[in-house]
């Protein structure tokens, strides 16, 4: 059985070659900035969804589905828009449970993408 939670590197793989003024890697600053401000945005999620702000639940899964699609992180976006389209429609206990869904897609794409990201 395909582990549900495997990066479709596809998405980014284009990314890995492109260089930046300073000659880093495109790729390597994008995984840097995710590890400084994802883990931040999803605790956010997670007390957002915990103290039921609905609103702030769906605001924070949005601007995280940018980032699991960008890495290719396919059942993290999923969980996170089911996620949104429950908290917009004011399904509380319906969000909980994707916000359930997404918490290990979530851990594993962090884990996923340290294996790819620079040592330094």
Known sequence: MEDPYILDTSFFNDLRGVKRSDNSSMFDEMIRIF???GPKSFQALAEAIEIGDLRTTADRAHALRGSARLFGATAFSKAL???ESRANRGLVEAARKS???AEPAFNSMLEQLRKLSPTD
Do not use: K, Y
Request: aromatic share 22%.
């Open 99 to 101: 916000f359930e869904e």
């Open 35 to 37: 590890f400084r401000d």
């Open 81 to 83: 828009e089911q996620l």
